[in-house]
């Protein structure tokens, strides 16, 4: 029998809460029976979202929290403040164990800050970063960080690229996933100052497997399968990917329906098309998890819509099932890194 994976889904989070979030946990639960997700937040309205639809009441309940932490609100000053806030009260569920995974769609600041100080780090663990996939012409790679540490130093970078080739490696199934650094050319003595400094360190790594600089225009080709940069970069590269692909989805669309000869085509090319474009739909793979603490916590987009929510669900499942964290401590525990 599978052990069941708990999820405390912050309902009260993102654009579209509560109803996307009530919609995702109500698939999520009545897909796999091994899943178990407390939607937390506001009684009230999440109850009368739950009224539309059937679902196992036993395993999709509501957890209390009378709070919401707005993206408008200072992340530090909102974690130690609205201690009954869905982002601080389903951190705290999985701080305490109630809980294998937290996710939400609300203020990444918050997620961020409340994951290191409600959640916590492993030890050895510098600076969690978030990982998130990204769809290239041969799968998927792993971009980290994707957000989470605007500054970073080389020795971040380093635990970054091991901490995305064990998630790789296991929740994907990539046997020794090439590593990347992002870099503006490929020769090792190209980069900025940390670019430098990290490439050496990536090189001597004996627990990855690292291939060198990898340039932006080569990532969606699938140049590698761990992409490794500081929060900064890797949040432009993010934004720009989902932006350019939202713009060439809407050109060829409109194109495609343009004249009657573009119609008659658009019906004879539409499943194959509609079967490639779904390979590059970010909701596809679910949410970013910020890896390196010591429980599992996940931030999708703010505009998450079910099929997100539901497909991140599923992605928490993995995640315990394949003992990531553990093998992330595993990892330090054995080789712990020199702050």
Sequence with gaps: MQETVKIALDAMGGDNAPGEMVK?????????????????????????????YTYPKDRLTVTEASEVITTEEAPVMA????KDSSI???????????ADAFISAGSTGAILVGGQLVVGRIRGVERPPLATL???????????????????????????AKM???????????????VAIVNVGVEEEKGNALVKETFP??????????????????IPHG???????????????????????????????????????????????????KETLKEFDATEYGGA????????????????????????????????????????????TEKPENK
């Design 164 to 178: 995305g080739s064990i998630y790789m490696e296991h929740v994907i199934g990539i046997k020794k996933p090439r």
């Design 24 to 52: 995702g946990a109500v698939e999520a639960v009545n897909a796999r029976e091994n899943i178990q997700v407390f939607l937390v937040g506001k009684k009230e309205a999440i109850e009368a979202s739950l009224s539309d």
């Design 223 to 273: 140049g590698a399968d761990v992409i490794v940069a500081e929060g900064f970069t890797g949040n432009v590269i993010l934004k720009l990917y989902e932006g350019l692909g939202s713009a060439l989805i809407g050109k060829i669309k409109g194109g495609m329906m343009s004249t009657f000869r573009s119609k008659m085509g658009a019906l004879l090319v539409k499943p194959a098309l």
């Design 134 to 160: 990204i769809p290239t012409v041969k799968g998927v790679a792993l971009l980290v960080d994707s957000g989470a540490n605007v500054d970073a130093r080389s020795s971040h970078l380093l635990q970054f």
């Design 201 to 218: 360190l990536l090189k001597e790594c004996q627990e990855i497997h690292f291939t060198g600089s990898i340039e932006a225009r080569e």
């Design 88 to 98: 601080v009260v389903g951190q705290t569920m999985v701080k305490r164990g109630e």
């Design 289 to 332: 998890p910020m890896l390196g603490l010591n429980g599992l916590v996940v931030k999708t987009h703010g505009n998450a819509s079910a099929k997100e929510v539901k497909n991140t669900i599923f992605q928490c499942v993995t995640f315990k099932e394949q003992k990531i964290n553990e093998k992330i401590k595993e990892l330090f």
């Design 79 to 82: 974690i130690r403040r609205k």
